[in-house]
């Protein structure tokens, strides 16, 4: 089906605010789908290492044959920046600033100022309550999570987190975006970690704290987990994946929201101080160079 020369009906245009790990990402899904896309980031050095990300993206999704166009047509749908003003025409804006509600309250509140009415407006965060982040909002009924995994690329689901506000009307604008995307959109009532991360970063702080007591090395305590459980990745590889400095944001928030349970291990922090903080730094648990 082609929709206003979109292979699927995504929407036309898309604004991702936070041009890191997933706001290229996401960025990329939607050019995939069709959508112009305006990534807006703040660092300035931040959006030229995107953009060779997002060119990488689209020359392998070219290669599996699955792209509509030549990389470089579909590149001319992106437009990237420091002014958040390139968001305005976006039917859906989807907000990857770093893991910090004083952060995103503030790019929530900016981007809501220069949306149409009717633009969803959503929030990638791995944890915080979307009521919390809502609360700024003039209009929080068009507000909820849209979640998506890390890599963006090779992630199938996208967990869809409907706020206490949210109108069922943007709530299925949203899902809807997600299936065109072409993943499964995961519904998930409000609450602090909604189920994945909830799940997920309970176990990686759990291997974190057995490496802490040497228990096991991070290669065995891996190895337990997806030979002995069949998981696809072990704990410690997810959370060098993920990024120790985005674990342990999502840590001190849960073990505030839901109790000491989620208390981030002296280990973790100390690793984030020394700038260990996984793939994107060259080393976390293990080495990448
Ligand atoms: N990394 C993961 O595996 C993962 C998975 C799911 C969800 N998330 C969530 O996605 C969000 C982003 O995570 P990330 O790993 O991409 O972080 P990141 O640090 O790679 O990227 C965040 C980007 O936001 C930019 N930024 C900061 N303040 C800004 C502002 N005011 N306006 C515009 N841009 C601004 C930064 O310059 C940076 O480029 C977080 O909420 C995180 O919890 C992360």
Do not use: W
Request: hydrophobic fraction near 45%.
């Amino acid at each position: 089906m082609t929709v206003g020369g979109r292979p699927n009906g995504a929407p036309a245009s898309v604004g991702v605010v936070g041009a890191g790990a997933m706001g290229t990402g996401i960025a990329h899904a939607f050019l995939v789908a069709g959508s112009r896309v305006a990534l807006v980031d703040v660092g300035e050095d931040v959006l030229p290492r995107s953009v060779e990300r997002l060119r990488t993206l689209l020359q392998q999704t070219h290669y599996r044959g699955q792209l509509d166009g030549a990389p470089d047509q579909v590149e001319r749908r992106l437009q990237v920046g420091t002014d958040l003003a390139a968001v305005a025409a976006s039917a859906l804006v989807v907000e990857a600033v770093p893991e910090v509600p004083a952060v995103k309250i503030g790019v929530l509140g900016a981007v809501e100022a220069v949306v149409a009415a009717d633009t969803v407006l959503a929030t990638n965060t791995s944890s915080i309550s979307v009521g919390e982040l809502g609360q700024v909002l003039e209009h929080p009924e068009r507000f909820l999570g849209l979640h998506f995994f890390n890599p963006v690329p090779a992630s199938l689901m996208v967990e869809v987190v409907v706020g206490p506000c949210t109108a069922p009307e943007f709530r299925d604008r949203a899902v809807t975006s997600v299936q065109l995307i072409g993943k499964e959109p995961v519904l998930v009532r409000d609450a602090p970690g909604f189920a994945s991360s909830r799940l997920g970063v309970m176990l990686g702080l759990e291997a974190i704290r057995m490496v802490e007591e040497g228990v096991a090395t991070p290669e065995d305590i891996d190895k337990a987990m997806t030979l002995g459980y069949k998981h696809p990745i072990g704990p410690l590889h997810l959370t060098d994946l993920v990024g120790l400095d985005v674990r342990l944001a999502i840590a001190d928030y849960l073990s505030v929201a839901l109790g000491p349970r989620f208390a981030p291990p002296t280990l973790l922090r100390t690793m984030v101080e020394q700038g260990y903080v996984g793939r994107k730094s060259g080393r976390g648990f293990f080495s990448y160079e």
